[in-house]
T-cell receptor
Framework: QQQVKQSPQSLIVQKGGIPIINCAYE??????FPWYQQFPGKGPALLIAIRPDVSEKKEGRFTISFNKSAKQFSLHIMDSQPGDSATYFC????????????????FGRGTQLTVWP | DGGITQSPKYLFRKEGQNVTLSCEQNLNHDAMYWYRQDPGQGLRLIYY???????QKGDIAEGYSVSREKKESFPLTVTSAQKNPTAFYLC????????????FGPGTRLLVL
C-alpha cells in the first residue's frame, strides 16, 4: 500500500517553464514533508521541506504548496533550467512517538523531470 | 572529507551467494537507514537503526539482514533468500535530537550474474 502517492511519473517542460509535481497522503499522523532531488547514479539530496502548520514555503526557485485539509502537497520549480533535470521524490514522516517509527520516511514513487533548453 | 561512504559502487552476485554492502558515516549521526530503489518504485525501506545494537525491519526486509555494532557502520547483507536483488541500494543517516533531515550516501548498484 503506497502511503504517499506522487504524480506525474514523468514531466517534460521547456526552459523557463514551471513544472508542478503533486503528492497526496492519507495518514493524518504525518507531520513533516520533504522533497528530494536525485541525479542519475547519485543518492537523493534534500531540496526543501515543509511542516503542516504552514501553507507555503519558498527556497530560491523551489516552492512547496501544502493543503492540509486535502492532504496534498506540491512542488513548483520557477524558471526551470536544464540543470533541474532530475528525479524528484516527495516523502512524509509520521509524528515521532514512543514506537520505533521515529525518523522513518515514506517516499512517493518519483517524478522524472526533463527541462529542454 | 566527511559524509557517508558506500562500497562498493557496483557489486555482482552469483546465484545462491550472500553479499554484503558497506555503509560508513563520520557525521556522528544516531540513525541509519537502508533503502532499495527500483525504477518507478521510489525508495523502499529495508531496515533502520536508531542506536547501536538495535534495528527494526522496514517494509521489505525479507531476504536481507543487518547489524549495528558500531555507530559509524550499518552493513547490509543480501542473502540468497532475496530472489530479485538487482537494484540500487541507498544508505541514509539522520542526526538525533529531533533533527529531521535524512542524508543519503552515493549508493551501491547490485547486479546478479
Amino acid at each position: 500500500q503506497q502511503q504517499v502517492k506522487q504524480s506525474p511519473q514523468s514531466l517534460i517542460v521547456q526552459k523557463g517553464g514551471i513544472p508542478i509535481i503533486n503528492c497526496a497522503y492519507e495518514n493524518t499522523a504525518f507531520d513533516y514533508f520533504p522533497w528530494y532531488q536525485q541525479f542519475p547514479g547519485k543518492g537523493p539530496a534534500l531540496l526543501i521541506a515543509i511542516r503542516p502548520d504552514v501553507s507555503e514555503k519558498k527556497e530560491g526557485r523551489f516552492t512547496i504548496s501544502f493543503n492540509k485539509s486535502a492532504k496534498q502537497f506540491s512542488l513548483h520549480i520557477m524558471d526551470s533550467q536544464p540543470g533541474d533535470s532530475a528525479t524528484y521524490f516527495c516523502a512524509a514522516r509520521p509524528t515521532p512517538d514512543r514506537g520505533s517509527t521515529l525518523g522513518r520516511l515514506y517516499f512517493g514513487r518519483g517524478t522524472q523531470l526533463t527541462v529542454w533548453p | 572529507d566527511g559524509g557517508i561512504t558506500q562500497s562498493p559502487k557496483y557489486l555482482f552476485r552469483k546465484e545462491g551467494q550472500n553479499v554484503t554492502l558497506s555503509c560508513e558515516q563520520n557525521l556522528n549521526h544516531d540513525a541509519m537507514y537502508w533503502y532499495r530503489q527500483d525504477p518507478g518504485q521510489g525508495l523502499r525501506l529495508i531496515y533502520y537503526s536508531q542506536i547501536v545494537n538495535d534495528f527494526q525491519k522496514g517494509d521489505i526486509a525479507e531476504g536481507y539482514s543487518v547489524s549495528r555494532e558500531k555507530k559509524e557502520s550499518f552493513p547490509l547483507t543480501v542473502t540468497s533468500a532475496q530472489k530479485n536483488p538487482t537494484a540500487f541500494y541507498l544508505c541514509a543517516t539522520k542526526a538525533g535530537g529531533g533533527r529531521e533531515t535524512q542524508y543519503f550516501g552515493p549508493g551501491t548498484r547490485l547486479l546478479v550474474l
